[in-house]
């Protein structure tokens, strides 16, 4: 079996990863439209806020955590010839969680202006409190959707179909590209127009787009409320750990998005989209993988087979280690020409912008290899239902984190104790989770795990002393000259560092480097043809 489910988790794996850099690059898109539409202020502010209330329902209830409680117990029917119990469990999940789901939206939008007190506690502005309220009330619709769409992944995903469930959020983003180039015409402030956008996004691509590709499984819903189900209750129990376990990322934003609000204005903003970044990576390496190997990790603990659920596991973070720390050399030392290239262009986004926006992603690049190992290691603990103890570690954490944000905020870091204390903690987390996972997994490489680390960091410094030499070779410069600076910067040093780190990595006989081996052999046979 070993055999044939590599190859499943590899090619998951890059229709994932493909699917996710899709969407994060159509969120880039979408940042930029913001930025060059409405610039960066107490408006684009307001959008930020108004997305926390949506955010923090979605992270607790319609997200990828529920699903990632679903899909273990529905696999763990689909894959042991019990297909009508699966959809049984589907069914009454998808029925209960609805009711819920419609009664938490109907809540928040009664009441919320006085939650803009909690997500804003520091604007003192009323017209801002009353934007970030109207806005909120138009994305919360959206959020049924999302928790819809997050089950019918998840069935689909126990079913090995990764396409589909790839398009929800690219739909979403052109949605809110259309909302801020066409909707923002015709409503006042224009900025409302890509929460307009955001509500025909979800709803297009996280409940049609998957209605329909959910009827190539043949699927069996009833409406049904029987709790006394063992697979529900299954569920039940083990989705607020895997709650709590999987927003930790979305939770630590919506806190930083809070904090941000006693700084000046436009700091919401720039939080927002160095944050977002940051998260690219942790979406196309970190979740992506995560996604793909987590019905295998699944089926091997269902199977009984454990030594081959540690030995996917270990590979799995081994590689995220090996991708994700050059991301890091890159986002520290180029972080000024990323967010120019990205985003310094017109007037109303300029230097002093790129400067605020790029000093936070420095800070948020430390922890991100830290954040991208967050969702596997999660989902290792949740493939063998065991999610008590991550979500211990991961409580723990997130208190040190409130308390770096607390403690740091009079500092002479200001802002930037936001993304520092974000790094710290997701450092922390990771070392806490793969220390346990060593402790109750036998066979569980943890060895070859810290192996990989410290070559990568090894290779990563290198990498970053080729980027920093660049930045002093070519000169910066001013308006569109600096941004093509940047962009030379960006593809002639970022790649020569690859090439370093590459180099290195291969002269360590790292076997991760393997998978950019067949990558280049491939471009080579194509080439010879």
């Not at 159509?26 to 930029?32: E, I, S, T």
């Not at 909302?179 to 890509?194: C, D, E, K, R």
Request: net charge positive.
């Amino acid at each position: 079996m070993s055999t044939q489910q590599a190859p499943t988790v590899a090619r998951a794996s890059l229709i994932m990863a493909a699917s996710l850099l899709l969407s994060r690059i159509l969120g880039v898109l979408r940042d930029q439209v913001m930025v060059w539409s409405f610039g960066r202020n107490e408006f684009t502010d307001a959008y930020r806020w108004s997305y926390s209330i949506p955010d923090l329902l979605f992270f607790l209830v319609a997200g990828g955590a529920l699903s990632s409680a679903f899909i273990p117990v529905f696999s763990e029917y689909l894959h042991t010839d019990r297909k009508d119990e699966a959809w049984k469990v589907f069914s009454v999940v998808t029925t209960l969680m609805s009711v819920i789901v419609i009664g938490f939206v109907v809540f928040a939008w009664v009441f919320a202006y006085p939650l803009t007190y909690a997500v804003a506690p520091g604007s003192d502005a009323d017209p801002v409190r009353e934007l970030i309220a109207t806005m909120s009330r138009i994305v919360l619709p959206a959020q049924f959707a999302f928790f819809i769409g997050g089950l019918m992944f998840g069935a689909l995903y126990s079913h090995q179909r990764f396409t589909v469930p790839g398009l929800g959020p690219n739909v979403y983003n052109l949605g809110i590209i259309f909302g801020a180039l066409v909707i923002s015409q015709f409503v006042t402030p224009g900025v409302v127009g890509m929460s307009w956008g955001a509500l025909i996004g979800a709803t297009i691509g996280s409940f049609l787009v998957p209605l329909v590709a959910l009827r190539a499984v043949n699927p069996e819903f009833r409406p049904s409320l029987d709790l006394s189900h063992p697979g529900v209750k299954k569920v039940m129990k083990l989705m607020l750990p895997v709650i709590l376990g999987l927003s930790l990322p979305g939770v630590y934003g919506l806190i930083m998005q809070a904090f941000s609000s006693y700084y000046g204005k436009g700091t919401a903003t720039a939080m927002d989209l160095s944050n977002k970044l940051m998260q690219a990576p942790l979406a196309v390496f970190g979740q992506s993988l995560a996604i793909a190997v987590f019905p295998t990790l699944s089926m091997h603990f269902a199977q009984k087979e454990m030594d081959k659920y540690a030995s996917q596991l270990a590979s799995t973070l081994r590689t995220v280690i090996y991708i994700s720390v050059p991301v890091s050399a890159l986002m520290i030392v180029q972080s000024p020409d990323i967010v120019a290239v990205l985003f310094q262009y017109g007037k109303r986004f300029g230097a002093s912008d790129t400067a605020v926006v790029a000093s936070c992603l420095q800070l948020f690049g430390v922890g991100v290899f830290a954040w991208c190992l967050h969702p596997v290691l999660m989902r290792g603990f949740f493939a063998i239902q065991n999610t008590v103890t991550p979500i211990a570690i991961g409580t723990a954490t997130t208190a040190v984190f409130l308390g770096l944000c607390f403690g740091l905020r009079l500092t002479s870091l200001s802002y930037l104790s936001l993304p520092l204390a974000s790094s710290v903690s997701a450092i922390l987390l990771a070392v806490m989770l793969l220390g346990v996972l060593n402790r109750r997994i036998e066979e569980f490489d943890l060895k070859g795990i810290t192996a990989t680390f410290f070559k990568s960091s090894g290779a990563g410094l290198a990498m970053g002393l080729v980027l920093w030499m660049g930045a002093l070779v070519v000169p910066r410069g001013e308006g569109l000259g600096h941004n093509a600076l940047s962009l030379v910067r960006l593809f002639v040093f970022g790649l020569s560092g690859v090439w370093v780190y590459y180099g290195i990595t291969r002269r360590l006989a790292m076997p991760e480097t393997a998978y950019l081996d067949r990558t280049l052999a491939k471009l080579n046979r194509k080439r010879g043809a």
